[in-house]
């Protein structure tokens, strides 16, 4: 794996050595659309100018990884974006890193220079860190917590309401709890999720299937008119509307602060961070929104990497974030396509693969 490095005013560390093309003896490439990962040999070029090349440790599989593979067209590709690992070797020019480095691997990019960074990029952490539990905050863990503190900006004593109890979904959850929110509602079409859920901060469960109403009507039953900040957690542009109803609107809002004798901050938000197997584009009714309810898209959470990533890794050293918890499989490489057959199952959480040393 290669990713681009930034710039510093230090001068540029040597070449560790002449670095070559490298053949990793293990990648799991898919070939097309559903079909079982291959293990195969593959080439790894030498990292160009502001490049890093870095050797793989572990990666956790996320949800985004299984939407790609049952549905995107672009074969052959290797998946396994959050990962950790260790600087292998630096091109030139760059000075952030060097060999031996352990990083966490992000998707979206921080130069500090341009306002949009679209290249990923490579986090540097401590090597103490276990580097197989940490691979989940270079994707997953990170933007549920993000969505809640950094997006939603959730208040002490709200409501919340999370549709999809992924790995993503229940760090939502994890934020909502941290931040005090008072009621967290968990939805999901999985009945065993619902106890689990608990541990995350989950303070009651829905399963649509059980209810003979809509589920927006079930949560502004439970809530007394909507929640005040919804979530959609499952990559399903059409559970958007859904989460957008299930939210406060100005008129319960208004007849909350009436009832209560104070006037309340806001009314409902909505946040979206599925990735949509199909189907992009979002429809809702004008009327959703005429009544005061917002709708915010997410991308990891709102985080810049270099900057907010390793406050995150400090706040999981001092046991004030949850991580090990999601773990719920670890596996060795050559057992990948039964980590994604237990994602496919909704069997595990988080799958950890470890790598060949």
């Given at each position: 794996m290669s990713l681009p490095s930034s710039t510093s005013i230090e001068q540029p560390q040597p070449r560790v050595h002449d670095v070559d093309v490298i053949t990793c003896k293990a990648a799991a490439v898919a070939w097309g659309a559903g079909q079982p990962l291959v293990i195969e040999q593959v080439n790894v070029s030498p990292p160009?100018?502001?490049?890093?090349r870095i050797k793989v440790v572990?990666?956790?599989?996320?949800?985004?990884?299984?939407?790609?593979w049952e549905s995107q067209t672009i074969f052959p590709r290797i998946f396994g974006h959050e990962a950790t690992g260790i600087v292998e070797s630096v091109g030139e020019g760059v000075t952030e890193f060097t060999q031996g480095d352990h990083v966490l691997t992000v998707f979206i990019g921080e130069c500090g220079k341009c306002r949009q960074c679209a290249s990923g990029c490579a986090v540097k952490i401590s090597s103490l860190v276990p580097l197989e539990k940490v691979c989940l905050l270079s994707c997953g863990v990170a933007a549920g917590l993000g969505a809640a503190w950094n997006v939603a900006d959730i208040s002490d004593g709200s409501s919340v309401?999370?549709?999809g109890l992924g790995t993503v979904g229940l760090s939502v959850a994890q934020g909502a709890n941290l931040r005090g929110a008072s009621q967290i509602i968990g939805v999901d079409t999985n009945p065993e999720k619902g106890e689990k859920a608990k541990a995350f901060g989950i303070t009651e469960f829905i399963n649509p299937n059980d209810s003979k109403e809509p589920i927006q009507q079930v949560i502004k039953h439970l809530t007394g008119g909507g929640a005040d900040y919804s979530f959609e957690c499952i990559g399903d542009t059409g559970m958007v509307t859904t989460a957008l109803q299930a939210c406060r609107d100005f008129y319960s809002f208004h007849l909350a602060s009436l009832l209560s004798g104070v006037c309340l901050k806001g009314w409902g938000l909505t946040v979206t961070l599925g990735v949509p197997k199909v189907k992009p584009e979002i429809t809702a009714h004008y009327g959703a929104f005429l009544t005061g309810r917002t709708l915010k898209g997410s991308l990891f959470g709102g985080w810049k990497p270099k900057s907010d990533l390793p406050s995150l890794v400090e706040m999981y050293t001092k046991k004030e974030i949850q991580v090990d918890e999601y773990i719920t499989h670890n596996l060795p490489f050559e057992d990948v396509n039964k980590a994604f057959n237990l994602m496919l199952e909704g069997k595990?959480?988080?799958c950890v693969i470890h790598m060949e040393n």
């Open positions: 160009q100018p502001m490049e890093i572990c990666t956790s599989l996320c949800r985004s990884d299984l939407s790609a309401v999370i549709f595990c959480l988080r």
